[in-house]
Every structure is written in structure tokens, then in C-alpha cells.
């Protein structure tokens, strides 16, 4: 793929003589047998952020550079990249944050690419719809918070808004495609923390094996991207304490009661 | 099972075509890690390290069968500096991967998740302390 170097076009929502900084973008199209690297200069204010640069280069430059997102506010979970090596959510990822010079974008790792900055994140979902976490955490309301006027109480959801970063900087994802990961594993721990009036079982049985709990070996780089404070690794190693505990309980009983455990 | 919420990348919308991992190769590339890859790497690099020293202890105790002529003429060569040194960067690989375990059975164990990396500074400095105190006997600074 040939690399290109574009700047703006004059008159096309930017002030020519305004700041710019160049976005090395990392391109795949679906078929190409090779990724390749685009340049691109985009206007920059005090709070640009890599997304709106980004979506300012897909309006003004290059309709062809795929990206994906949504509420543009850290929420949605759906704007997830790599800016100069680091797992991000674009929408809040502010360009004046980032080091002088040119800032490398390129997709998330460990999940199938879809196309330039999109990748296949299906596959989290079905898992974590394998889990089967409610949405809403009823153990505690929301920390810090008081309900404006008018406003009964306010509901305190779950952390995680599913944005696959744990994913891609995980080690063990890296090299294990069959490892159920931190997302799914850090749901299971909430709801085997928290059941509310769910089955914690299917989740035991989930992570409870070769795949599951068991196969992180605690670099803890899913703490360390995740936008949201869910803190996966942090769940992983408390689920590990629980399932140690429930499987020392198993056995206690399989050999106080022998007779139970014939087949 | 049906899902909880529906959610789909939507019909129509392509499934990805390449694997796109990083790989085994990956887990050495530190580029933007933080203190728990560190652990993670450094635990991995000295466990390599150690499986490859015991075959080379497996090799050196063969000496032994060779006979007095054979063992002396290895511990000539295991008191020359270069290997004395090599036996320094040993019992750090071995300190390191010691230490890192006690991390490692804590938080296998689901405890102090949430201080990891205190956790992690503060079992390193021991072995550092206990490395530097085993260098300087090995290589004769203290007698």
C-alpha cells in the first residue's frame, strides 16, 4: 500500500494557519495481503481529541479510513485503539496529552481485524453474554454522587463498557486465542460476587478450568488500560482465591461422604 | 443461549479475516508496559534461564563419572572469574524467579490483588539485598 502524505484542504472547516499534528495511521482493507501506513495532518484546538482528529480526517481527507464509535464520551466502548502503542478509548484520548511529533494510531490487538481501525469484537460479546452479568450493580449506589432534584435515586451500573482494550494488551490473549480473557473473566467475578438472583454456577463451570481463571499469569496490563476502573486483573486474582476455596470445600465433602462420589 | 442484550456488531457487518495477535513473541515487548509485565517477563526470562541451567548442572555433574582428572580440571575452570560471574548472574536469575513466586502463590491465592505492585517492588529489593550480599561472597569482596 502506498504511504501518503495529505494535509488539509484550505477552507474545509480549518483555518489553514491553525496547529496540526500528523496521524500515522496503520491501513488494511479487506483482501490486501499487507497492512500498510497512511499519513494524514488534521487541525488541532486545545481539546482535540484522537477521535475527533480521526473523524476530521474521514470527513475533509480520506472517506476510505474505517473507524467505529459512538457516544463519544467513554460510555459506549466502541472507539478502542492503539495511539502510540497504548490501548485507548480515541473519544478521550486528548492530542495535546501526547508527546510533540507524530502519533502512531493503529487497531486493537487479539481481535480478528476487520478493516483499518475496526476490529471484530463479536466475539466478546458472545462470550460475555456466556457470562450473563446484569447491567446493574444493586450492592452499592453510585460513590460520590447525589441524585439532582427530582431525581428518586441514581442506579449504579457495572464498570465495564465492553471496549475490548483489556483484550488486546493481554499477554496471554497474545498467544492463546482459546484463553477466555479479562473481560469475560473479570464479568464472571462480579457475578459470582454479586449473584443477583443469577446462577453463579455457569460462571464457575466458565472459568473454573485450563482457560479460564487459571491462565492468567498476572501481568496485569488489563488494570493498567482499562478505562473504566474495572480492574480485571484485580477480579481474576480474587476469583482464584474463590475458586480455590470452593474446590478445597468440594473435596472436603467428596471425602467425608465417600459413598456420594461412586459412580 | 440467547443473549442477555442483543448486542451485535449489527447485520451486514463483516467478521474480521485476520488473526491480528502479537504472539508468544509478544510477551518480551515491553514497549509501554507497566510494573506487572515486568514481573510477568522478568519470570519468564529467568525461568528459561534456569530449565537451560539445569541441563548445563546435569552436563557438569556427568564430570563426576569421568573420574578425579575430569572433576579437577572443572573446578579450575568453575573458580576462574568469567564463570564466578556467571554464577552471580545465576543466583540473581534465581532470587528473581524465587521472589517472583511468592508474588505469584499470593495472588493465586486472591490476595493483596490490589497492591501488586508494591508487592512486587518490595520482594524484588529483597532480592536484589540478597543477591548483592551473595555476589560480594562469590566473587571474594567479603570473606
Not at chain 1, 500515522?24 to 477521535?51: I, K, N, Q
Not at chain 1, 450492592?139 to 427530582?150: D, L, N, R, V
Not at chain 1, 491462565?215 to 480455590?244: K, Q, S
Request: charged share 20%.
Amino acid at each position: 500500500m502506498a504511504t501518503l502524505l495529505q494535509t488539509p484542504r484550505p477552507g474545509a472547516d480549518a483555518d489553514p494557519a491553525a496547529p496540526a499534528r500528523t496521524l500515522r495511521v496503520r491501513r488494511h482493507r479487506r483482501g490486501d495481503s499487507a497492512e500498510g501506513w497512511d499519513r494524514y495532518t488534521a487541525p488541532v484546538g486545545p481539546r482535540t481529541t484522537v477521535l475527533d482528529a480521526l473523524t476530521w480526517v474521514r470527513a475533509h481527507l480520506d472517506a476510505s479510513l474505517n473507524l467505529r464509535h459512538s457516544c463519544l464520551h467513554a460510555s459506549c466502548g466502541t472507539c478502542g485503539m492503539r495511539v502510540n502503542g497504548r490501548d485507548v478509548l480515541a473519544c478521550v484520548t486528548r492530542l495535546e496529552d501526547l508527546p510533540p511529533g507524530e502519533v502512531s494510531v493503529e487497531p486493537l490487538r487479539n481481535q480478528p481485524l476487520v478493516s483499518d481501525l475496526v476490529v471484530d469484537i463479536e466475539s466478546l460479546y458472545e462470550s460475555l453474554d456466556g457470562v450473563r452479568l446484569p447491567l446493574v450493580r444493586t450492592s452499592e449506589g453510585a460513590p460520590g454522587s447525589t441524585p439532582a432534584e427530582g431525581v428518586g435515586h441514581l442506579t449504579r451500573f457495572e464498570d465495564c463498557v465492553e471496549c475490548g482494550l483489556c483484550v488486546s494488551a493481554c499477554p496471554i490473549v497474545a498467544s492463546d486465542p482459546e484463553y477466555a480473557g479479562p473481560a469475560v473473566l473479570g464479568a464472571a467475578w462480579r457475578l459470582v460476587a454479586e449473584p443477583r438472583d443469577r446462577d453463579p454456577e455457569p460462571a464457575y463451570a466458565l472459568v473454573d478450568g485450563e482457560q479460564g481463571a487459571w491462565r492468567c499469569h498476572l501481568a496485569f496490563e488489563c488494570n493498567e488500560v482499562c478505562p473504566t476502573d474495572a480492574l480485571p486483573a484485580e477480579e481474576i486474582a480474587r476469583l482464584r482465591g474463590i475458586l480455590l476455596r470452593h474446590r478445597v470445600v468440594r473435596w472436603l465433602q467428596r471425602h467425608a461422604r465417600p459413598e456420594e462420589v461412586q459412580p | 443461549m440467547t443473549p442477555q442484550t442483543g448486542r451485535s456488531a449489527g447485520p451486514g457487518v463483516p467478521r474480521g479475516d485476520l488473526p491480528h495477535r502479537a504472539g508468544a513473541t509478544g510477551w518480551f515487548d515491553t514497549r509501554h508496559r507497566h510494573l506487572g509485565d515486568w514481573a510477568f517477563v522478568v519470570n519468564r526470562l529467568s525461568g528459561l534461564g534456569l530449565v537451560a541451567y539445569l541441563y548445563l548442572h546435569l552436563v557438569i555433574l556427568s564430570q563426576l563419572a569421568r573420574g578425579p582428572e575430569a572433576w579437577g580440571g572443572f573446578l579450575a575452570i568453575a573458580t576462574s572469574p568469567p564463570v564466578l560471574l556467571f554464577d552471580v548472574l545465576l543466583l540473581a536469575g534465581l532470587l528473581a524467579h524465587a521472589f517472583n513466586g511468592i508474588r505469584v502463590t499470593l495472588l493465586g491465592l486472591g490476595l493483596v490483588a490490589s497492591r501488586q505492585k508494591a508487592l512486587w517492588v518490595a520482594l524484588m529489593g529483597m532480592a536484589v539485598l540478597i543477591a548483592l550480599a551473595g555476589a560480594s561472597r562469590i566473587l571474594g569482596v567479603t570473606s
